[in-house]
Antibody, heavy 124, light 113 residues
Framework: QVQLVQSGTEVKAPGASVRLSCKAS????????IHWMRQAPGQRLEWMGW????????KYSQKFQDRVTITRDTSASTAYMELSSLIAEDTAVYYC?????????????????WGQGTLVTVSS | DIVMTQSPESLAVSLGERATINCKSS????????????IAWYQHKPGQPPKLLIY???TREAGVPDRFSGSGSVTDFSLTISSLQAEDVAVYYC?????????FGPGTKVEIK
């Protein structure tokens, strides 16, 4: 079955960077976009960006444009999200999610399935 | 960005009773050329990732029980659980994918009365 398994909990100091991974299985990795989202405590889910797993093209939310980099390793069926210049407000659970099947235009729909989430805590 | 609002913030319903969650978008999410509403609904339980329930405002994802249904058009949408089960306790989110960035509602917490 389709699965996205994310890397473990991270604790980072303000100003540092964090790199999270999302390993896909159960489908052909290069056939679907991978999205990254986050949910800070008490806040709503926020979309951060996506990567085209086939060609590496990316699209980022304007909010995170200057600080986020999404990459992928096709040989490992894994997508990565790096967020730099961390501040306390970046403390959140970060999720990866796959594009659903049969979207007419990739990257323009709903999300599913999702990884289990990675807690990132930014604290001095 | 399109702002999504939900009501109520929380809802307590007796087992077997109906639960209805409302979602409103700050602008129309109905695409006239295909007559589709660009709304999805998710169920989110603690410690688990969100689970897709509904897309195109009313199309149930495969495997989702038919007690879950979505309705609405243009800017006003609803998710209805026709007969609440204990396993339905969760936070429910709506999401628009009409324009980028996709945006989510603040969530509605459903509990057992």
């Amino acid at each position: 079955q389709v699965q996205l398994v994310q890397s473990g909990t991270e604790v980072k100091a303000p100003g540092a960077s964090v790199r999270l991974s999302c390993k896909a299985s159960g489908y052909t990795f290069t056939n679907y976009l991978i999205h990254w989202m986050r949910q800070a405590p008490g806040q709503r889910l926020e979309w951060m960006g996506w990567i085209n797993s086939a060609n590496g093209n990316t699209k980022y939310s304007q909010k995170f444009q200057d600080r986020v980099t999404i990459t992928r390793d096709t040989s490992a069926s894994t997508a990565y999200m790096e967020l730099s210049s961390l501040i306390a407000e970046d403390t959140a659970v970060y999720y990866c999610a796959r594009d659903p099947p049969n979207l007419q235009v990739p990257g323009t729909g709903w999300f599913g399935p999702w990884g289990q989430g990675t807690l990132v805590t930014v604290s001095s | 960005d399109i702002v999504m609002t939900q009501s109520p913030e929380s809802l307590a319903v007796s087992l077997g009773e109906r639960a209805t969650i409302n979602c409103k978008s700050s602008q129309s999410v109905l695409f006239s050329s295909n007559n589709k509403n660009y709304i999805a609904w998710y169920q989110h339980k603690p410690g688990q990732p969100p689970k897709l329930l509904i897309y195109w405002a009313s199309t149930r994802e495969a495997g989702v029980p038919d007690r879950f249904s979505g309705s609405g058009s243009v800017t006003d949408f609803s998710l209805t659980i026709s007969s609440l089960q204990a396993e339905d306790v969760a936070v429910y989110y709506c999401q628009q994918y009409y324009v980028r960035p996709p945006t989510f509602g603040p969530g509605t917490k459903v509990e057992i009365k």
